[in-house]
């Protein structure tokens, strides 16, 4: 009789690997199927906005739009009081409970103070708050697109996580402008990075540059109306200072062979 050598597989260690299997099959399958709520709001007026965004209302061409932002550029440009204003109508919409979906868990902005000015006054009570750079407007050119330093950040902010910054300088901007397609591959990035976090509820403050690059022209960002009754809004159409919407955020399915999956945005209404 031929004795094996190779011991035997017990029935607790054969339940120990099965629960191990359904295990990571449910992470897996979780991970298929992540949605998010994702509320986006764009920041409150600030300095360099003014005339420019009164022109861009007025029918002005993208050339003189920028040439006006450009004459009242400043580094890192801060809100106004109307920006200020604005910020707080968010958050007394917040208190009145007019967002919708439960508790915020995350708090996302851009490096940018303007974001986190409006970030700090529009939902500041949630402790959960990261700084990103993948989210900060199309870059370079005009210095209200450079960041300051991360040190004077963290000192002027102090209840933000700025670990994701990866240099103490802005290492980023430079003194040509980035193209539409970078700012938006930049803004793909973001979401992906949205996507795989743990978080369920999570509130972005940005620009409106990257949304509009973002949302309009890159290839792997899907847009869908998921409003109900009539609703005159484009849902790709350019964010105003202190405007609010809530989206579902998720992956499309897609073969798992694809390098680049495809992100939706589904939005469900303007707040």
């Not at 420019?52 to 040439?67: D, T, Y």
């Not at 973001?190 to 972005?204: A, H, K, T, Y």
Request: contains cysteine; charged residues 25%.
């Amino acid at each position: 009789m031929l004795i094996s050598s190779k011991p035997a597989l017990t029935f607790p260690f054969l339940l120990v690997l099965f629960s191990i299997m359904m295990a990571s099959s449910s992470r897996v399958a979780a991970a298929a199927k992540a949605s998010k709520q994702l509320y986006i709001l764009r920041h409150g007026q600030a300095t360099h906005n003014p005339r420019a965004e009164a022109a861009r209302s007025n029918g002005c061409s993208h050339e003189e739009f920028m040439e006006l932002m450009r004459q009242d550029d400043s580094l890192d440009s801060e809100l106004t009081d109307l920006g200020m204003s604005q910020a707080r109508t968010v958050h007394q919409h917040y208190c009145a409970n007019k967002l919708e979906g439960g508790k915020i868990q995350l708090v996302v902005t851009s490096p940018l103070s303007r974001a986190l000015q409006t970030a700090d006054l529009a939902i500041p009570f949630v402790k959960n708050r990261v700084c990103i750079e993948d989210v900060r407007e199309i870059n370079g050119w005009l210095l209200n697109a450079q960041r300051r330093t991360e040190s004077a950040l963290q000192q002027t902010f102090p209840t933000w996580n700025f670990d994701a910054l990866e240099t103490e300088e802005d290492k980023l901007w430079t003194p040509e402008l980035e193209s539409q397609a970078d700012c938006s591959e930049r803004g793909y990035q973001g979401l992906c990075w949205l996507l795989e976090r743990p978080e369920d509820s999570i509130f972005l403050v940005c620009h409106g540059g990257i949304l509009r690059f973002t949302m309009n022209q890159h290839d792997c960002v899907k847009m869908v109306d998921g409003r109900t009754g009539k609703v005159d809004q484009d849902i790709t159409a350019r964010f105003g200072n202190c405007e609010l919407r809530r989206y579902n955020l998720q992956w499309e399915d897609s073969d798992s062979s694809e390098k680049r999956r495809t992100v939706v945005l589904t939005e469900l209404d303007h707040l």
